[in-house]
């Protein structure tokens, strides 16, 4: 059964940081991965989409990784500002499946 | 831009009364998902449905929940006998691809049951 994990669960920075979000799951037979950003009482905005066969996308200041053999994957954020500041979810598609599991997000505050 | 728009976006049920929530998916999209958000937890699936089949349902979608796609442009998802614990926020998410596609979502209709 795919599991998702978001480590950490909150990040607090200063405005201007670099900072990386990270990602794993235990089932690396998968799809592909998306990433989701969450505004308090808000649906889920797509951020970027990364095939099974690539290893990474870029959108802008975000940068996404995918290492499937590890079964991991990592969103940069270049130059945060306090408009970053949201919940931030992955999920998989897992192979032989049709649907996408979430992981349990990370909270990120950029301060001003 | 498209998007995926659902009504209502806040609906108020007393406990074992019906529900219907509707959703717009994109208008070329042919992958279609509801997920649901118990308040302070993870999102969770539902349902996919493709080709007006369910494609893959979670134990959570039991027999007190059923999708339709009625006519062509709505996906609505019908909960027959609402508890307690059907309150979430529940969020309908098209694809134009299944692999290939980007996950597109609406903003939620947030389902209270008293």
């Known amino acids: 059964k795919q599991e998702v994990t978001q480590i950490p669960a909150a990040l607090s920075v200063p405005e201007g940081e670099n900072l990386v979000l990270n990602c794993s799951f235990t089932?690396?037979?998968?799809?592909?991965l998306q990433w989701f950003r969450q505004d308090p009482g808000k649906g889920l905005t797509s951020l970027l989409l990364?095939?099974?066969?690539?290893r990474e996308q870029t959108s802008g200041r975000l940068n996404a990784s995918l290492d499937k053999s590890s079964g991991r994957s990592t969103l940069y954020i270049a130059a945060s500002q306090p408009g970053d500041s949201a919940t931030y979810l992955c999920a998989v598609l897992t192979s032989g499946t049709y649907k996408y599991i979430f992981g349990t997000g990370t909270r990120l505050k950029v301060l001003a | 831009e498209p998007e995926v728009t659902q009504t209502p976006s806040h609906q108020v049920t007393q406990m074992g009364q019906e529900v219907i929530l509707r959703c717009v998916p994109i208008?070329?999209?042919?992958?279609f998902y509801w997920y649901r958000q118990i308040l302070g937890q993870k999102v969770e699936f539902l349902v996919s449905f493709y080709n007006n089949e369910i494609s893959e349902k979670s134990e959570i979608f039991d027999d007190q929940f059923s999708v339709e796609r009625p006519d062509g442009s709505n996906f609505t998802l019908k909960i027959r006998s609402t508890k307690l614990e059907d309150s979430a926020m529940y969020f309908c998410?098209?694809?134009?691809?299944?692999?290939?596609?980007?996950?597109?979502f609406g903003e939620g209709s947030r389902l209270t049951v008293l």
């Open positions: 208008s070329n999209h042919l992958y």
């Open positions: 998410a098209s694809s134009e691809g299944f692999v290939t596609g980007e996950l597109f």
């Open positions: 089932d690396s037979a998968i799809y592909n």
């Open positions: 990364i095939q099974s066969s690539q």
